[in-house]
Each structure stands twice: as structure tokens, then as C-alpha cells.
């Protein structure tokens, strides 16, 4: 599906009033570079094989133009496309580093990973427990679970199949330029080579390979373009919309639905410039786009129904506010920096849309008033500026508008759009005599931008990795680009479109060494299992449903092996930034941040939601975990919350929410642990000293020393620290009186006093330190995964009873019931509940009750969730905002839950059922066609 037929005759330019004469954007630069001298060789090296052709065929004859139609011999534009991806992406292709930083790491990795055990099963990837105590995987539709692409990276870890996915993609949107050029513009390759380049090598999709679902959207955003186009104009709607619907579909699967949505506007943008005028035209225009959109819609069914389930669940269910929706819009101030290559420090990516200065010079060069490709890279540019733009103020709270952030990503609009009007400059320096006044209106407007940008715009640093300003070097690249875009427009020989085409490549091919995808690292910083990674696997060996972690840090410490780390990178060539994102890497995976929990099968309270994870539920909940004063964790991450240094690094929640989380296990850095004299005193735990009673020091020790943040009574054994706290000593009946004084206990440690290297930190009764070395663990007093309750209270289940069951909590609630019958209070006295089998999918329990309650499971609730008590089926209801309850009877009881959605089987049916009807279709009307042309 997709792909087009090549042997009908070429349609020429003269047929499309609006496609002729539309030029293509940004490229240009250097072959001061062995790369970019490889890449003109390549390529100019194939334009002499054609000129010698051409010559033989015409005796040597040539005039201008001849090169354009001498170039149709060659079929080299598709094979370059496929062989250029290897070498601007080589370091990813062959070298086995990976990914340290961005979605890529934190998000990207962890779900992969998960997704391609559950394919190598023969599975489809339903639910983990591992995330937000309870999640959907195949709802989320930034998995890509039924994008055929990712069925092909099953056999490989998350960043291999990355990598392999990068690499194909990139692939797949130069291809899919040549096609849409040769489609819509002409059949010329070279012009439809520089087009792809454009494209494929442009800012825009090289900034979005960490956004792996992004990437695979963007690619196939020109296949749609010329399937719309073949819709269009050749009067055969019952052959290509089902094409295009395909096209459309698949690029729904691949997952990022903003991205379908800015390629729903692209469209609708292209088929009203290309409709002309005639409300007949557009009426039909508008017509066969909505069909060949619902056909899509049908088609990706499968993912679609479970997608919008879990949306009506999530944060983002009711739209954004025009504040939010227009977060990370273009600034005007950033306009030079966004469209001219990088050669100094990183730009934010979303803002990254260069074409290089050539590719910029021969977009311009085309460039036409009546240009749907104008008009498109008009547009594009205009809504990336987002909130800086006032129609986009009117347009931010309208549906579908409303529904995403970052208007910058409307870029790739205005990068397609350029891409094709750089394919057409090309053509036009090969077939359009000098004209002065041109050349003069294009080079003096990118040497503008150029000074501009240099000299007048001032961006703000916090959009740069590195640094902001511009070096002398990057200047000269940008002014010695531009000289070259100047030798091209002036010298116009039968090799002009020839060099231009292979200095465009070269450009673009410098401008990436700036990119995030050079800053790499070996692949142990995510494959490498470090030791909190095997402590806490020990720890869940023998439990059959393990307690979840919290994991608090912002990441500010080092790892204990540094030393060995920073020895390795610098053998392996990376350079400081590189090294910077390795060692975050590595401090992710010590502390198994956001997802890498994911990663490792360890059950975790937190996460990295991105899109329509977590659910509105999930955040109404964690946030009795959360200072009273904190933003609500709409996408998770709350051990980033959490690591406040007002707190000392670790605003600790309440014991009593940690343990109806059935948290067990506490992750945090030591940074702001405090040494005096040689002795160290644990600050982690200063939330749990108050009302503890003292127990026995250990034997080796003889004196307690406390760290507090209040005076004493009696000040003559304490001293007062820098920091401002005191610090007292103690034996251990003087620690008893200590304790019962509302001192606000810091930290406690028990000393040797003869030999003051002799110490031990003390934590809280019933917690434990299980490690301490550049991070600590801690077990915390076990909660309860499954209970039974026995005097619950009864609220609806919607938004606003859920907001008063949290005030119902605070208030010592034990339990609330969600929008079930309410049952008589009972003494539970003897009550027993155990787990016996826990798993992904399945939750078995043995429940002993002395009267009929409900059992409270504190695993996310989720449609799709069954349940049965004593082998009949019974309803799955909401607990205490998101856990899951069953009612069960007295006496003993076996109950189990098992995830079963039948909307999902139901759409996935529905899904084949849609593919198989319409591909049948389409393959009996071709056939049809086939049978007719052959009979005539």
C-alpha cells in the first residue's frame, strides 16, 4: 500500500498551473569536507555518465537544458536515497553507540524493549504494572504496536531496533520525495534527488530522530502528499483513495497524532490551492480528502478505539488551554537560527528547520506568487509561530488545535513545502537563462537573513544546548555558503544543477555534525545492568507481587566508578557533551528514571508519560504525595518533583501514602547528606524521627549524635552548624528525651566516641538501608497490595467524587468505594487476604472474609479488567481514586483478575476485516484496469 506504479507516461509541468515553477528550500556548503567531497564525486560523477550518454546519442550536441532530459536515463535518485541514510547516520548505522538523552533514552527505550519481548512471544503488548502502578501499552498509541516497520525490529533490543528504524525512515522520506516530485512537479530525477536530500537531510526530520514515532510520521508525510495529488488530477478516485487511505492509516499506526493532524492540514492546504477557484473544485476536492480521511480512520481502527479509551481517562482528554497548546512556539527572535544551519551550540530541536543556505537560495530562486508549495511553506511557518502569531490565538482553542503542544512542528510543513521549491531550482539552473534581477533579489535576501541573524536577532540562551552565540567560524560557513549559492545563480553551464545538487548534500551533511544524533554513547549506559538494578531484583526474587520504588533525585551526584566512566569515553573518542548525556545515561539507570523501571521489570509508582499517559486518576492521586504547594504530575516524573532542596533534595511523602501506594522501597542521592568531624548523618529520613521512640545503639557505639533544626531545652551539649541547624550529644537515655522534644530531627548517628570513625547512621524504626554507596535504598514499613475493607465509603465514579475522595483520605478514610453497591459495615476481625500468582495480565487471591466487604487490589483500575470471585464473573469498580475492588462474600474465596478488553479485540477484528475488504477491492478494480487496457 503506498507505493505507486512506474510506468505511466510522465505528466508534464505544463498540466499543473500551480506546481509549475515552485522552487524548494534551504542547502548548500562545503566541500572544505572529505564527506562532502565523496558526495560531489558521487553525484556529479553519475551526471558525467549521463552528459557522455547524452553526447553519444547526440553527437555532442547540447543546448541549454539538454542536462535535465540527459539525466532521465539515470535511475540512480532512488538508490542514493536508500545509500545516504548509511552515511549521514553512519555512527548509528555501524558503530553500535547509541542514544544517551531525549525521548529516546528516557521514554523510547524502556517501551520498545517491553513491546519487542511481548512480539518474540507471539504477543501483542497489553498492560504493565511496572509504570504508574498499572498501565496500557497497546492503548498507548506512541508504542507503534501495530505499525508493520516495528514488527520487523522484534528480534532486536530497543536501541538496535532504533537505530535500524532511523535508518529506514530517513530512507523511506527521500523516497517518498523523489516520488512526490516526479508526481506532482516532473519526472527529472535530479531536481527530485536535491528535493529528497532536502527533505530526508533537512532540519526538521534530523532534529526528530530521538523522537522515534515523530520521525516515522514525518516520513511518510510526502507519499501522502502525492497520493493526494495522483487523487486529484488523474480522475481514477476509486483507484487512489484507498491508496492514500493506506498511506494515511499506516501513518497513524506509527503514532504520533500530531503529526497526522499537521499532515490533515498540509492536505487540506494543498487540495484547496490545487482545487483553483470553482466551488465545484473545492467541493470535491474537500470531498475526496474527508473520504480518503475516514477510509483511514476505518482502517486504523484497531488502534484508534483503544487510543481514544485511554484518551478519555488521560490529562489531555479535554483539550489544552490556550496557554498550554501554544507551549514551545516559534520566537521571532530565534527565525535566522531555526532556518540557517547550526555550526555553534544545539538548538532546541523542535525549532530546528535549516535547509542549508544553497538548498535556501534555490527554493527562493523558484519561488512563484501562484505556488501551492509557497503557499505551503507559508503556512507551515506562519502556524509555527504559534502564540506569536495572532490567527493562531483564534485557531489554538479549536478541536484538534487544542489537542496538542508545540506549534513549532507545523516546521515540517514549511520543510516539505521548500524541499520541492529547491527541486525546482534546481531545474530552473539548468533550463532558465541568467536573469540579473533574480539573482540579485535571492542572494541579497539570504545574505539578509544571514547579517539579520547575526548582527540584529538576539534569541534567548535557555533554547540552546551549548553555546547561543555565533562563532566566527559559523559565520564564515554561513558567508562562504552563500558564495557558493552566488557562483551557482551567476555560472549557469550544463554542470551548474550538477554541483549545486552535490554542495546542497555536502551542506546539509555538515550542518548534522552539530546534531543530537552525533552525541553517543556505548550502549551499556542503557544495557548495563548497574547494581541498584541487581539489589532490588534480589530483593523482589522471592515475592510474588513486589512493593513498588520511588526513585528521588534531579541527578546532581556521581556515580562511584566516574573516574572509570569518564577513562572509558575519552577511549572511545566522545567529546564533552557526549560524555555529559553518557554519565546522565548511567545516573537514570542507577536511580531507574523516568521509565527505566520499564526496562527491568522493577514495579514503580512513577513514570514518563509524554502523551495520554498517566490518566487523570493517576494524577489525582499522586497528588496527596506532593507538597501541599506542588503542580499536579500531569505526565508523571514524580521523584523530579519530589527533589526539592527546600527538602534536602527529597520532599518525602507521608508514610501513610507511601504505604497505600504499597511503596516499599525508597531510591535517593546522597548529595545532601551532611559531614562533621568524620562522621556522616543521613538527612534522608528527617520526615519519619518524629514520634519515634528510641531504641538500643549498637554495640560497638556508646553516644548518640542528633542533628535538628530546633533548639533544645537545654543547649550546653549541643553546637550550632554553619548551615544553621544544631548538632547534640547524647547517650542513649538522654537520645530518648531528645526524641520526645519537638526538636525537628534531622538526622541521627551512633558513634564510638573513643574512635569517632566508628559510626553508624540510624534511621526511623521500621525502615532499613539496604544500600549506600553513591545512591541509598531504603525499605520502607510494608503497605498493603490487596485488603479488605471494612467500613468503606460509597461516591460515584467521575471527576468530581474523585476530587472529594482525596479530602476524605487526608481526612482518615480507610476506603472509598467508586459507583458501587454499598454493603453493610462488618467487623472483619480474622479477615485474610494473600496473593497467590502475580503477572502482567493476571492477579490471583485468596481471600477469607467473616462477612460480605469489598477486597481493594492497589493496582491501577482500567476498563478491560475482570474479574471472578468463586469462579463467577463479578464487577471490576474503582477504589480510593484508581486501585481496583471486587465485592466478595464471607467465608473463602478465590478471586481472580484478568486483563481481557473486548473493545480491543473487537477493533482489532473490525481493523482486519476493514484492510481485507478494501484491499480486495483495490486489487479486483486494478486487475480490472489491467484486463481493459490489455482487451483495447
Avoid at 529528497?196 to 533537512?202: E, S
Avoid at 541509598?776 to 497490595?785: M, V
Avoid at 480474622?830 to 466487604?853: C, F, M, N, W
Wanted: some cysteine.
Amino acid at each position: 500500500m503506498g507505493k505507486s506504479r512506474r510506468g505511466r507516461p510522465a505528466r508534464r509541468a505544463s498540466r499543473l498551473p500551480l506546481g509549475r515553477g515552485c522552487p524548494e528550500t534551504l542547502a548548500a556548503l562545503s566541500t572544505r569536507t572529505a564527506a562532502t567531497g565523496a558526495v560531489a564525486a558521487l553525484v556529479a560523477g553519475a551526471g558525467g555518465a549521463g552528459l557522455a550518454a547524452q553526447r553519444r546519442m547526440d553527437g555532442g550536441a547540447a543546448r541549454d537544458g539538454e542536462i535535465m532530459r540527459s539525466a532521465r536515463l539515470l535511475g540512480f535518485a532512488p538508490l542514493l536515497c536508500l545509500l545516504l541514510p548509511l552515511l549521514f547516520y553512519h555512527q548509528l548505522a555501524f558503530s553500535g553507540m547509541i542514544f544517551a538523552r531525549g525521548d529516546a533514552f528516557n521514554y523510547f527505550y524502556p517501551y520498545w524493549d517491553t513491546r519487542n519481548a511481548a512480539y518474540r512471544q507471539g504477543e501483542l503488548p497489553l498492560w504493565t504494572p511496572d509504570l504508574f502502578m498499572g498501565a496500557p501499552l497497546l492503548a498507548n498509541p506512541q508504542l507503534g504496536s501495530y505499525y508493520p516497520p516495528n514488527w520487523l525490529t522484534a528480534p532486536l533490543r530497543a536501541p538496535a531496533a532504533m537505530s535500524l528504524s532511523i535508518v529506514l525512515h530517513i530512507a523511506l522520506a527521500g523516497l517518498g520525495m523523489v516520488y512526490l516530485y516526479r508526481t506532482a512537479q516532473s519526472r527529472s530525477p535530479l531536481p527530485a534527488l536535491t528535493a529528497g536530500a532536502v527533505y530526508a537531510f533537512g532540519g526538521v526530520l534530523a532534529a526528530h530522530v530521538e523522537q522515534i514515532n515523530q520521525l516515522q510520521g514525518l516520513a511518510w508525510m510526502p507519499i501522502l502528499f502525492a497520493l493526494v495529488h495522483r487523487l486529484l488530477t488523474r480522475g481514477q478516485p476509486r483507484r487512489d483513495m484507498p491508496l492514500l487511505a493506506a498511506a494515511w492509516a499506516l501513518q497513524i499506526f506509527s503514532g504520533h497524532t500530531q503529526t497526522v493532524f499537521i499532515s490533515g492540514i498540509g492536505l487540506l492546504v494543498y487540495a484547496l490551492a490545487r482545487a483553483g477557484r470553482g466551488r465545484k473544485q473545492l467541493l470535491k476536492a474537500l470531498l475526496l480528502l474527508a473520504g480518503c480521511f475516514g477510509l483511514a480512520l476505518a482502517l486504523a481502527s484497531s488502534q484508534l478505539l483503544p487510543s481514544l479509551e485511554l484518551m478519555g481517562m488521560s490529562n489531555r482528554g479535554s483539550g489544552f488551554s490556550l496557554q498550554a497548546a501554544t507551549a514551545f512556539s516559534l520566537p521571532p527572535s530565534l527565525l535566522g537560527r531555526s532556518l540557517l544551519p547550526s555550526y555553534d551550540g544545539q538548538l532546541f530541536g523542535e525549532y530546528v528547520a535549516y535547509i542549508g543556505v544553497i538548498g535556501l537560495g534555490l527554493a527562493l530562486l523558484a519561488a512563484r506568487r501562484r505556488c501551492a508549495w509557497l503557499l505551503l511553506a507559508g503556512v507551515g511557518l506562519a502556524l509555527a509561530l504559534g502564540r506569536h502569531n495572532p490567527l493562531y490565538l483564534l485557531l489554538g482553542e479549536l478541536p484538534g488545535f487544542d489537542l496538542f503542544r508545540v506549534p513549532a512542528r507545523f516546521l515540517a510543513l514549511y520543510s516539505l513545502g521548500m524541499a520541492m521549491l529547491a527541486g525546482r531550482g534546481i531545474e530552473l539552473l539548468g533550463s532558465v537563462s541568467y536573469d540579473r534581477r533574480r539573482v540579485l533579489s535571492v542572494a541579497g535576501t539570504v545574505l539578509l537573513l544571514i547579517l539579520l541573524t547575526r548582527f540584529v536577532l538576539q534569541p534567548s540562551p535557555e533554547h540552546f544546548f551549548g553555546e547561543p552565540g555565533i562563532s566566527r567560524r559559523g559565520l564564515g560557513l554561513w558567508l562562504g555558503t552563500w558564495l557558493l549559492l552566488l557562483g551557482l545563480l551567476v555560472i549557469r553551464r550544463r554542470w551548474t544543477p550538477w554541483l549545486a545538487c552535490a554542495l546542497v548534500i555536502g551542506e546539509l551533511l555538515l550542518a548534522a555534525q552539530t546534531l543530537p544524533d552525533k552525541d553517543l554513547a556505548p550502549p551499556d549506559v542503557y544495557l548495563g545492568q548497574r547494581f541498584t538494578i541487581s539489589q532490588l531484583q534480589a530483593l523482589h526474587k522471592n515475592e510474588i507481587a513486589p512493593g513498588r520504588t520511588l526513585s528521588i533525585s534531579r541527578l546532581y551526584f556521581d556515580p562511584g566508578d566516574l573516574a572509570a566512566l569518564r577513562e572509558r569515553f575519552d577511549t572511545l573518542g566522545m567529546d564533552e557533551s557526549a560524555q555529559s548525556h553518557a554519565l546522565d545515561a548511567v545516573k537514570k539507570q542507577e536511580m531507574l528514571m523516568p521509565n527505566q523501571a520499564l526496562t527491568w521489570g522493577i514495579s514503580s509508582i512513577d513514570g514518563f508519560g509524554g502523551g495520554i499517559l498517566p490518566s487523570n486518576a493517576y494524577t489525582q492521586l499522586t497528588s496527596l504525595l506532593l507538597p501541599a504547594d506542588s503542580l499536579r504530575a500531569v505526565d508523571g516524573r514524580l521523584g523530579e518533583r519530589l527533589a526539592l532542596p527546600d527538602c534536602r533534595g527529597a520532599c518525602l511523602p507521608a508514610l501513610q501514602w507511601l504505604q497505600v501506594t504499597d511503596t516499599r522501597y525508597l531510591i535517593t542521592d546522597k548529595i545532601h547528606d551532611i559531614w562533621h568531624e568524620g562522621i556522616a548523618y543521613d538527612t534522608t529520613l528527617a520526615l519519619y524521627w518524629q514520634g519515634i521512640t528510641a531504641g538500643a545503639l549498637p554495640d560497638y557505639t556508646d553516644q548518640a549524635r542528633v542533628l535538628h533544626s530546633e533548639p533544645l531545652a537545654d543547649t550546653s551539649a549541643s553546637i550550632r552548624l554553619p548551615d544553621g541547624a544544631w548538632l547534640t550529644s547524647s547517650d542513649a537515655q538522654g537520645l530518648a528525651e531528645i526524641l520526645r522534644q519537638d526538636a525537628g530531627i534531622i538526622a541521627i548517628s551512633a558513634v564510638n566516641s573513643r574512635h569517632s570513625s566508628l559510626f553508624r547512621q540510624l534511621q526511623p524504626a521500621g525502615f532499613a538501608r539496604l544500600l549506600s554507596s553513591d545512591i541509598e535504598i531504603y525499605e520502607l514499613p510494608p503497605g498493603q497490595r490487596a485488603s479488605l475493607a471494612a467500613d468503606p465509603v460509597y461516591l460515584p465514579d467521575d471527576w468530581q467524587s474523585r476530587e472529594a475522595a482525596l479530602e476524605l483520605l487526608r481526612g482518615g478514610a480507610e476506603a472509598i468505594i467508586h459507583g458501587a453497591p454499598p454493603l453493610p459495615a462488618s467487623n472483619l476481625a480474622g479477615a485474610q487476604v494473600e496473593i497467590t500468582a502475580y503477572a502482567d495480565t493476571h492477579v490471583a487471591l485468596r481471600v477469607k472474609s467473616p462477612a460480605a466487604t469489598y477486597l481493594v487490589l492497589a493496582d491501577a483500575w482500567y476498563p478491560g479488567w475482570t474479574a471472578t470471585v468463586n469462579g463467577a464473573a463479578t464487577p471490576v469498580y474503582r477504589a480510593n481514586v484508581m486501585f481496583r475492588a471486587v465485592a466478595v462474600p464471607a467465608g473463602e474465596s478465590p478471586v481472580l483478575f484478568q486483563f481481557e478488553p473486548r473493545l480491543w479485540r473487537a477493533a482489532l477484528y473490525f481493523g482486519l476485516a476493514i484492510w481485507a475488504i478494501v484491499g480486495g477491492a483495490w486489487l479486483w478494480l486494478w486487475r480490472k484496469s489491467r484486463n481493459s487496457r490489455a482487451s483495447n
